[in-house]
């Protein structure tokens, strides 16, 4: 069983930054590819980014691309979201998740095997 506990979510206004941190309970995030997805009220999870074990590839939802950056630092069991030049249209509860396997391109939700609880993003125009 992996915990994953999100934080950095917050208010900003339009153009602003955050940086959202994923951490894991236990020395076990390097095991896992880790993936960030948004889901607003009454509407399904939506992938946002995605980053393998070790770093190796990247993957962005292209409302994204340009702006927001995934990183990870398995030294300090950690995944953050670069988020820049953030948009109203940005604004959601923001979760992170870790599977065995890796998708290229748009993750399904469906198929993640752990979940943090969530931190929330509100971007005021």
């Known amino acids: 069983q992996v915990q994953l506990d999100e934080s950095g979510g917050g208010g900003v206004q339009a153009g602003g930054s955050l940086r959202l941190s994923c951490a894991a309970s236990e020395h076990t995030l390097y095991n896992y590819n880790i993936y960030w997805f948004c889901q607003t009220p009454e509407k399904e999870r939506k992938f946002v980014a995605s980053i393998k074990r070790k770093g190796t590839d990247t993957n962005y939802a292209d409302s994204v691309k340009g702006r927001f950056t995934i990183s990870r630092d398995d030294a300090s069991n950690t995944v953050y979201l670069q988020m820049n030049d953030l948009k109203p249209e940005d604004a959601a509860v923001y979760y992170c998740?870790?599977?065995?396997?890796?998708?290229?391109?748009?993750?399904?939700?469906?198929?993640?095997?752990?979940w943090g609880k969530g931190t929330p993003v509100t971007v005021s125009e």
């Open positions: 998740a870790a599977s065995s396997l890796f998708y290229f391109g748009r993750a399904p939700a469906g198929a993640m095997n752990y």
